[in-house]
């Protein structure tokens, strides 16, 4: 299947956006790239995009900018974190993305059986300081102690990206002062553009109301056409 005209490459859109898509790479729960990323591009349908590019305008006066690590998830790609679930577990996976849970925990909280990534609308993203350097270690904990910015730079949400915790929670108890008004930040600015959060996950957004609320795509994410990669 192809992509429908309806989608467009974020990049396309607004090439100020971070992207960090975690799941093109190994550096995610499962620990190898997942099937159906053929490239590290944000796709989102164009309805999203552009209300994305309208909150990365509104934040710009801040300072701030939008890091994005999934938006469009193929089916495929689903039924792969379902498979990954019945296999044992990873150990270093486990100590980074969900210490305190087993795998069966996971589903269908904190990791769809159906997402709503496959509709085209949801994408997962947090916040960062524009003048910020692009870090990216690997390998720890989500849960650890942040002061003002995350192991990859962004800023301070009490977890780090894909952290399948209580503590990931939007509106869990004991997070700092400054956690709660960085997540409240995120929330406000999406809110404002029409973006809806979802409670269990600070990081996961949806477009609303969402051009396809029960269509549920399976292309896979190729490169741009142009070839451009960054
Ligand atoms: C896996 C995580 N990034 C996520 O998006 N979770 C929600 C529940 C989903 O899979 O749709
Ligand atoms: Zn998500």
């Not at 210490?99 to 769809?112: E, Q, R, S, W």
Request: aromatic share 10%.
């Amino acid at each position: 299947a192809e992509m429908p005209d309806d989608f467009v490459y974020l990049r396309d859109v607004d090439p100020s956006i971070r992207q960090d898509m975690r799941y093109a790479g190994s550096d995610n729960f499962t620990g190898a790239a997942v099937p159906g990323y053929k490239a590290a591009e944000c796709i989102l349908l164009r309805e999203a995009a552009d209300a994305l590019k309208a909150v990365q305008a509104d934040l710009k006066p801040k300072g701030l900018t939008l890091r994005v690590y999934d938006c469009y998830r193929p089916t495929q790609a689903v039924a792969a974190f379902v498979a990954w679930a019945k296999k044992p577990d990873d150990p270093d996976a486990k100590a980074v993305h969900y210490p305190n849970l087993k795998k069966t925990d996971l589903f269908p909280g904190y990791i769809a059986t159906r997402s709503g990534h496959s509709r085209g609308a949801t994408l997962d993203l947090t916040l960062e300081p524009t003048d910020g350097a692009e870090t990216h270690p690997r390998g720890i904990n989500c849960l650890a102690p942040e002061k003002d910015f995350a192991p990859d730079g962004s800023l301070a949400m009490g977890t780090s990206f894909d952290c399948f915790d209580v503590k990931a929670n939007t509106q869990t108890p004991g997070l700092t002062t400054n956690e709660m008004e960085n997540r409240a930040l995120l929330r406000d600015a999406m809110a404002a553009r029409g973006f809806k959060n979802y409670p269990l996950e600070w990081w996961h957004y949806t477009f609303e109301p969402e051009p396809y609320p029960n269509t549920y795509f399976n292309f896979p994410i190729l490169p741009r056409p142009d070839g451009g990669n960054g």
